[in-house]
Each structure stands twice: as structure tokens, then as C-alpha cells.
């Protein structure tokens, strides 16, 4: 981090596709060295919201400013600042997770030495047969950790992960987040996006995102007491409602 | 019949949902057969001609002349030794290809000028290339024609006339002046119609909807037939669109009924329709099906329907294959009605062709289609 | 009402569904759940036919169906994951398309579709192109298409995967009402707390069915006790030190600045309250899948 400043700042951010507006005029900030987690249904501009930020989606209106930098003037030196997932994961089938990796780390310029410590990590995680397997035919929870690791690759201290948890079986969930967690440990600035609501609890903030509007934002636990509500479910509705939509 | 009629409705409203893709099935075909039928009537720059004047009077002198000095014939008159030129030699001329036309004058031309009023002069054409036959025969017609213009102009209004009798050598089908572009029409008729149903199914299979079809209690032949009639009406006013195209952009000529041409094109429709479900009962997604439609019905059309190369001169493995092809029979039909003005009856065996293979090819589709649905996976 | 009995789906090398014995009981909610590529899907898709089982027998009201799949399908409505219905047709045209493919006599027809329209609250928009409502509302229309034909057994593949909230909620309501009216309903969720609001849960891992049970009866026989852990200091450490002690097994789980963990025997409980804050907690589905999941 090169400020003291947010990591991530929204301001005003709109996408249309055509008639369809599927991101409003959206303004967040994610301070450096928090997870914050972005909540809503499919089709809520997630996605379209992350790739605007990831520079991948042109900005129909609006700026992201990632580390203090405008990411429309600045895109190559924002892209070296972020680590991005996207949901599909986007591994090459056909290759194996050992192969992924010297691929993704071959077009980030990284010396074959300094692929060490993502290959190390990986390989405590994942049984190393499973490693030489194609990706096509690991399971979906190995999958999304040799994901998280081509994405960690060039050492970005912002990571965008997309719906990383999205199809997994809930123990690979729950290793995933305290993966996630650990990276925070380790001074990372993580935006990490889900469908599924229970997962708020693993955030240091939350934004609710619907119909491409944030309905509500901030910590779990605050918003819950505010809104006196026992579950996140309720809070979404609730959020919803106020925000004068059906 | 009340499913299927579920089904035709369900299909008619697909097609008028999506009048992007309705306007480019119409305009596809208008911008190939422009495209492709200006590539081929290229124009000659030099036509090698042998004349044998046997007459030698001043009138086919005259002729000879109205030849000669025509930027584009080169009129070889004289065989070996200086003599004058033998039919033979011509002939064999013809065969070497150094020349491609035998211009043949009658030694009685002017003495049945006189009487008859009318002379014919012989003409011999290398057919082996259509194209090029077509258009040695144009030109040298249009001489003719403006010899003759200048022979009324002579003699008063009822004044002589000289006609050409033409003979084709090597292909004697070859008669026609306008021989493309009907076989365009065919190809890319088969190919549009084909094109239409190919991809209603795979589209089922990529949206996932055809679960629900399968699982239906209707049965296979009821969908494949109610996919299929929706788009007999689509292929027919894209056909008329088409033939409009030819005969008033190209000027290929109508001399047959043009009901007989919509019969037979409704039959051509349905067989290509066919095809194209075919096609997409095997398919897995729309893109494969597009491809695999493209392949089977332009490539085979092109080559080994008697289009560019006729069956004759094909091997017989391939002619047999071209018995399997719906535009052999249509090509033959669409050339027969519009350019000699063939009737009904002269192709009933072409009709009851296309007939057979719309049944075969929809029997097939069926089969196809309701092993997936016994078996999926 | 259906029973599955030992039936297997290999597709290549992949036992997709691997010896599943299954109980579909009448008039009652069972959901299926798990990760993604658990088998879920291949499993319905063999209830319907879409899917040839290799091995197995599925059994209606007592009698096997042996190939004629037409003795299920005449009876059920199904709903697959991806969403299936034709988006350039409108809510109604895909009723009545649907409707009419059912055979439901056209005089019927239209009282259902009222009906079903009502119900769903899809009235409004009826006249509304498919491929433009928003997830809740597709699935809502997808559910109507399968009751026109009046099933007695719903069988629905994901229905509320990434919709939200609220029309999971209503989606629900209608699925509780159908179960009132004497429905067999069976479904698959990706989210394990969503299974609860089931009769029957069945927990799917790896084609197989790791668990089936009445949710009260899962819940009585649940043999673990669920703490929050409240670490001082580094969250980390105090997981290591928390593992070593024995009858304390690690969910490998954090919630924040939470560390949660199973006991599973009770005797040194007494020891642990010295060294660490612990709050006891209620298991949810999702703790009581990851505790079964480890002891197969």
C-alpha cells in the first residue's frame, strides 16, 4: 500500500448493457487490510461491478480509484495491484494445476524460482496426485484452491475474488475462508463476492448489492443490531424494502 | 394434432421473436447468389472461332468480315496447305481446344435468302465448359443479330433473316443460355432451408428446454414434424424472394409455369427442412449444427449434384452419392421449368424423390431423436 | 412413494452416482444436498428418464417401473437446474405451450393458468417476454409450468440457487402450501441451511448419500456439542493450542475473529474453560454435515 488511503474507492459507478442498467451508480469504499464481502442474488451486478474494477468492463459511468489511482488513467499500474478470481475460475481445463500455475506464472513474467512459495502452499493444501491431474477431472474444492494460488501468483496486495466459494462442498468452504482470512492476516485487502448470505459472517464489512443498488453496507454485526434483525436473510429483505423496491 | 399444433405455434412465435435472424435468412441469400453469380459470367476477351465459308459469296463474305472485325473473335478461315477450311479440321480444332467455336456458312445461304427469306447458319460450340459455351453463344448471336439488323435495313422490313442452328459438342445439355444462376438458386435454397430447422433443435439442447420435451408425453415424430412445418412457409417465401432475384436482377428468363417451379420448390423445401433436422437432432450445440449444415449441404450441392461438374463425369461412387442429394433432383427441375419450359409430368421421378428422401431423412430424425430421449446418456 | 434402490451412473470414468438407496416419502419435503458434482442432479435426471440408470431399481408406490419411465413422468412435474423455459416467449405462451404438451383439455387451462398465475403472483406480469423477469420470478414461472399438469410428485433440481431472498421465501410458501395440499416434493439446495426447511434432509458427497434422515430425528441424535471460540490473542495460535487438547475436534472454521469447534466427548470440557472463552452454540446443518462427512 502505498497511502494510508482506501484500497478500493466507488464512486458513481454505472454499467448499462444496452437498456439494461445492471449497476446503478454505485459508491463504496474497501479499506486497506479488510474483507469486505459483497452480497446478492445472481444478476445483482456482482460480477459486472468487479470486472469494472478489474479494468476487464468498460465504465459506462463512474470511477474506481484502486490504491489512490484513477483505474481508467492508470489501468496497467492498477492491474499490478489486483489479484483476480473470476467465478468460473478460468483454469485451463486440460492442463494439470502444476502446468496452470508455470502457465499463468509464465505471463506475469515470473521467474521459475519465485513460483516456490504458491507451488509450497498449494502443495501442503492439495495431495500431490491431485496435482498432476488434469483440472477438468479435480473436484470443484480443488479447483478453486489452485485458482486462489494462479491469482496470488505476482504477489497482489488487493485481491477481487468472485464467487470463489460458489459449488464447493461447505468444508472446502469453510478452509477456503480461513484461507482467506490468513491472507488478510498477512496485510492483504480482500472484496470477495457470494449468492450465499451465510457467509456475511466471515467479513469484516458486508455490502448488500440488488438490482444493481448497494440496499446496505457495513459490518455484519452492526447492521444486524441497527436493523434488529437475527439473520442476514432478514436484514437483505428489510434492506430491500426500505430501499423502496419489490 | 393438438400437440403438434402446441408445437408449430411455440415454433412460429420463436421465428417472428427473433426478426434479426428472419432478415438475415432473407438476405444471405440475396448477397451469395449476387456475389457468386457475378463470379462466374466473367466476360471473354478472345474468342478463337473457325469459319468455314462454303458458300464464298459476297453475302458471306460479308459475314466473315462482321466477325473478323469484332475486338473479340479471331476467325480462322483457312486449314493446312491455305486451302479452305474442312469441317473436319474444324473439328478436330474444337477437340485440341484451339479454337471454340465452328462458324459453318452453307454454300445455299443466298439462294435460300432469296426464296425463303431466311438462311441458317451452322454453329458449333465446345460445351465442355457451360459457362464458357454460354457465352461464345451470346456473343456470336449478337452478331448475328446486328448482321441482320443491316440486312433489313438493306432489304425493307420483310427482308431476309439469317437464324443460327446450334449444335453443342461434348455436353449436350448445355443448350441454355442462363445455366448458373437456376443452379445457385437450388444450392442455396437447399442450404437456407437446411439452415432453418438445423438449428431449432440444438437450440432445445443448449438452453436445456429439451429435457422438458423429452420427458413430455408427446411423441418424437410429433416433434419433429410440428419443428418442421413452421418453417416450410419461412423457406418457401424465401425461395420466391429468391427466384424474384434471379429472373429480374439476372434476367433469367421464366419460359415454364411458374407453378409447376413452386410445386416442385415446396417438395425441394421440405427435403432440405428435413435435412436440417436431421442435423440438429445430432448436434450438440447451435454453432456445430450451423457448420455441419453448411458442410452438407454447399459442398455436395456444388460438387456432386450436377452443378459445376456433370454427373456424368463423375465416378460412380460418387454418382451413386448423388442420388442422396436433394438438389440433383431440384437442379434438373428448376434448369428443365425455367429454361425450357419443362412441365409437371416431366419430372415426376425427381418428385417422387425428394419425396422419398424428406421421408427418409425425417424417419431418421425421429429415430435419432427418440433413442436420445430412451437413452439420454 | 418412490424408492431408489442401489442405483449407480458411471459416465466414463466418473461413478456419479455411486449405490444410492433413496426414500421419497409422501405428502412431505425431502431435500438433497451437497457440493456441486455431488450427484444430485444425475440422480433426479435418472427419476425422469433423462438419465439411464446403469444399475438399480427405482420403485413406485411399491412397484418397480423396470424401463417405462412414463409411469413416473405421467405423474411428476420436473424442474431442471439450468433454467429451461423458452425466454423469447412470453410468461403466458410459455403456459400455454406447457399446458398444451401436458394435454390439459383447453377448458382447464385457462382456470389453472388463473390459478397458477395468482398464486405466484405473476399476474402482472403475464405479458412479460421470460428472458426478461429476474431470477425469483423465472423460477416462480418454471414452477407454474410444471403444475399445470397437476402432479402429485414435484421434483426440483436447485430451484433457489442465487435468487434472492425474499423470492426464496415466497418460493418456499408456495412449496409448504403444495405439501399441505398432499404434493411429494423433492428438491436440491447448495445451501445447507436452506435444507431446514425440509421434512427430510439427505446429505449427497461424491455420488453417494452420506446421510438420510427426518430433520427432527437428525437434529435429537446430533452426538456433538458446537462451541464458539473466543481466542486471546492470535486467533491462529489459539486454534493450534485448542486442537491439541483431546475430545476437541477442529471444524477448521472462522467466523471472524471466531474459532469454532466440535466436542465430541463432553469429560474435558471443564478443563478448556480456564483457557479460552466459549460460548455453546446450536449446530446447524452445515456443522452436522461437516461432522458426518469426516467419520465416513
Same mark, same amino acid.
Request: charged share 30%; proline share 5%.
Given at each position: 500500500m502505498s497511502g494510508a488511503g482506501p484500497a478500493i474507492v466507488v464512486r458513481g459507478l454505472s454499467k448499462s448493457f444496452g437498456r439494461f442498467q445492471a449497476v446503478k451508480g454505485i459508491s463504496f469504499d474497501v479499506a486497506a487490510g479488510e474483507i469486505v464481502g459483497f452480497l446478492g442474488p445472481n444478476g445483482a451486478g456482482k460480477t459486472t461491478t468487479i470486472k469494472m474494477i478489474t479494468g476487464l468492463l468498460k465504465i459506462t459511468s463512474g470511477q474506481v480509484l484502486v490504491d489512490g489511482l484513477d483505474n481508467a488513467e492508470h489501468l496497467a499500474e492498477v492491474k499490478g495491484k489486483l489479484g483476480y478470481m473470476s467465478q468460473k475460475f478460468s483454469l485451463y481445463p486440460l492442463l494439470t494445476a502444476q502446468e496452470n500455475i508455470e502457465f499463468f506464472a509464465g505471463i506475469s513474467g515470473l521467474a521459475p524460482g519465485a513460483l516456490g512459495a504458491q507451488v509450497e502452499r498449494l502443495r501442503q493444501q492439495v495431495p500431490a496426485p491431485l496435482l498432476r491431474l488434469k483440472i477438468h477431472d479435480v473436484p470443484p474444492g480443488i479447483r478453486q484452491k489452485v485458482a486462489l494460488a494462479v491469482c496470488l501468483l505476482p504477489g497482489p496486495p488487493i485481491i477481487l475474488l468472485d464467487e470463489p466459494t460458489s459449488g464447493v462442498d461447505p468444508e472446502a468452504r469453510r478452509s477456503f475462508w480461513s484461507e482467506i482470512y490468513a491472507l488478510k492476516t498477512a496485510g492483504k485487502t480482500l472484496l470477495v463476492s457470494t449468492h450465499n448470505l451465510d457467509e456475511a459472517e466471515y467479513c469484516d464489512r458486508i455490502l448488500i448489492i440488488h438490482n444493481g443498488e448497494i440496499v446496505a453496507a457495513g459490518a455484519p454485526d452492526e447492521l444486524l443490531r441497527q436493523r434488529r434483525k437475527a439473520g442476514i436473510e432478514e436484514l437483505f429483505m428489510d434492506a430491500i424494502r426500505d430501499h423502496g423496491q419489490d | 394434432m393438438g400437440r403438434i399444433k402446441a408445437i408449430v405455434a411455440k415454433e412460429f412465435l420463436h421465428i417472428l421473436r427473433d426478426p434479426r435472424s428472419l432478415t438475415m435468412v432473407f438476405i444471405t441469400p440475396l448477397v451469395m447468389i449476387f456475389v457468386l453469380g457475378y463470379s462466374v459470367s466473367y466476360d471473354l476477351n478472345r474468342v478463337d472461332a473457325a469459319v468455314i465459308d462454303l458458300a464464298q459469296s459476297r453475302l458471306s463474305r460479308q459475314l466473315v468480315k462482321a466477325f473478323a472485325a469484332n475486338r473479340v473473335f479471331v476467325v480462322r478461315t483457312q486449314g493446312a496447305s491455305n486451302r479452305t477450311l474442312s469441317l473436319a479440321e474444324a473439328e478436330e480444332m474444337l477437340r485440341r481446344q484451339e479454337i471454340r467455336e465452328i462458324i459453318v456458312i452453307p454454300a445455299d445461304l443466298s439462294q435460300r435468302l432469296a426464296t425463303a427469306g431466311q438462311g441458317e447458319i451452322g454453329l458449333v460450340i465446345d460445351g465442355s465448359d457451360t459457362n464458357v459455351a454460354n457465352l461464345v453463344y451470346q456473343y456470336t448471336e449478337r452478331i448475328l443479330l446486328e448482321f441482320n439488323s443491316g440486312l433489313l435495313g438493306a432489304g425493307g422490313a420483310a427482308g431476309p433473316l439469317l437464324t443460327l442452328d446450334t449444335k453443342i459438342y461434348f455436353n449436350p445439355e448445355a443448350r441454355s443460355q442462363f445455366f448458373f444462376i437456376p443452379g445457385l438458386v437450388a444450392v442455396i435454397l437447399l442450404m437456407i432451408s437446411a439452415m432453418l430447422t438445423s438449428l431449432s433443435i440444438s437450440r432445445e439442447r443448449e438452453t436445456g428446454s429439451i429435457a422438458l420435451l423429452f420427458i413430455s408425453p408427446l411423441r418424437s415424430v410429433e416433434i419433429i414434424v410440428g419443428k418442421t412445418i413452421p418453417f416450410i412457409l419461412v423457406a418457401l417465401l424465401d425461395g420466391a424472394v429468391i427466384l424474384l432475384f434471379a429472373r429480374f436482377w439476372f434476367g433469367i428468363p421464366l419460359r415454364g409455369n411458374l407453378a409447376v417451379l413452386l410445386v416442385f420448390a415446396l417438395l425441394y423445401i421440405i427435403a432440405g427442412l428435413s435435412l436440417g433436422i436431421l442435423i440438429s437432432t445430432s448436434a450438440p450445440n447451435q454453432k456445430v449444427a450451423m457448420l455441419a449444415t453448411l458442410l452438407s449441404t454447399m459442398l455436395p450441392s456444388f460438387l456432386l449434384s450436377g452443378f459445376i461438374f456433370p454427373l456424368d463425369s463423375l465416378s460412380p461412387v460418387l454418382q451413386a452419392i448423388s442420388y442422396a442429394i436433394p438438389a440433383t433432383y431440384f437442379l434438373r427441375i428448376i434448369r428443365g421449368v425455367v429454361l425450357k419450359g419443362a412441365e409437371l409430368r416431366h419430372f415426376l421421378f425427381e418428385g417422387g424423390m425428394l419425396i422419398a428422401l424428406s421421408v427418409l431423412l425425417l424417419a431418421a430424425a425421429t429415430r435419432k431423436f427418440n433413442r436420445q430421449r430412451k437413452a439420454a446418456q | 412413494m418412490v424408492r431408489l434402490e442401489h442405483v449407480s451412473k458411471s459416465f466414463a470414468a466418473v461413478r456419479a452416482v455411486d449405490d444410492v438407496s433413496l426414500d421419497i416419502k409422501k405428502a412431505a419435503i425431502t431435500i438433497l444436498t451437497g457440493a456441486d458434482g455431488a450427484g444430485k442432479s444425475t440422480l433426479f435426471r435418472m427419476l425422469v428418464g433423462l438419465v439411464k440408470k446403469d444399475r438399480g431399481a427405482i420403485l413406485l408406490n411399491g412397484e418397480e417401473i423396470g424401463d417405462d419411465y412414463s409411469r413416473i413422468t405421467s405423474i411428476c412435474g420436473y424442474m431442471p437446474e439450468r433454467f429451461s423455459l423458452y425466454t423469447d416467449l412470453s410468461v403466458e405462451e410459455n403456459m400455454d405451450f406447457f399446458a398444451a404438451i401436458q394435454q390439459v383439455p383447453p377448458a382447464r387451462r385457462r382456470e389453472l393458468k388463473q390459478r397458477l !398465475? *395468482?398464486?405466484?403472483? =405473476?399476474?402482472?406480469?403475464?405479458?412479460?417476454?421470460?428472458?426478461? #423477469?429476474?431470477?425469483? =420470478?423465472?423460477?416462480k414461472l418454471a414452477l407454474s409450468t410444471i403444475l399445470l399438469s397437476s402432479p402429485e410428485l414435484i421434483i426440483l433440481d436447485e430451484p433457489t440457487t442465487g435468487v434472492d431472498p425474499l423470492s426464496r421465501i415466497e418460493f418456499f410458501a408456495i412449496i409448504e402450501a403444495l405439501k399441505n395440499e398432499g404434493k411429494t416434493i423433492v428438491m436440491s439446495t447448495p445451501y445447507l441451511a436452506e435444507a431446514e426447511k425440509g421434512d427430510y434432509v439427505v446429505f449427497v458427497k461424491n455420488g453417494r448419500v452420506m446421510l438420510q434422515d427426518a430433520l427432527a430425528s437428525l437434529r435429537d441424535s446430533f452426538p456433538a456439542r458446537l462451541f464458539r471460540i473466543l481466542p486471546r490473542g492470535n486467533v491462529f495460535e489459539a486454534m493450534r493450542a485448542a *486442537?491439541?487438547?483431546?475430545? #476437541? $475436534?477442529?471444524? *477448521?472454521?472462522?467466523?471472524?475473529?471466531?474459532? @469454532?469447534? #466440535? @466436542?465430541?466427548?463432553?469429560?474435558? #470440557?471443564?478443563? !478448556?474453560?480456564?483457557?479460552? $472463552?466459549?460460548?455453546?452454540?446450536?449446530?446447524? !446443518? $452445515?456443522?452436522?454435515?461437516?461432522?458426518?462427512?469426516?467419520? @465416513?
Open positions: - | - | !398465475l *395468482a398464486r405466484t403472483g =405473476m399476474e402482472p406480469f403475464r405479458r412479460r417476454r421470460a428472458g426478461d #423477469l429476474s431470477g425469483g =420470478m423465472k423460477q *486442537a491439541a487438547i483431546p475430545g #476437541l $475436534e477442529s471444524s *477448521a472454521y472462522m467466523r471472524g475473529k471466531f474459532i @469454532q469447534y #466440535l @466436542q465430541t466427548g463432553s469429560e474435558n #470440557l471443564g478443563r !478448556l474453560i480456564p483457557h479460552l $472463552e466459549m460460548i455453546e452454540e446450536k449446530p446447524g !446443518l $452445515e456443522d452436522m454435515y461437516i461432522y458426518y462427512e469426516r467419520r @465416513q
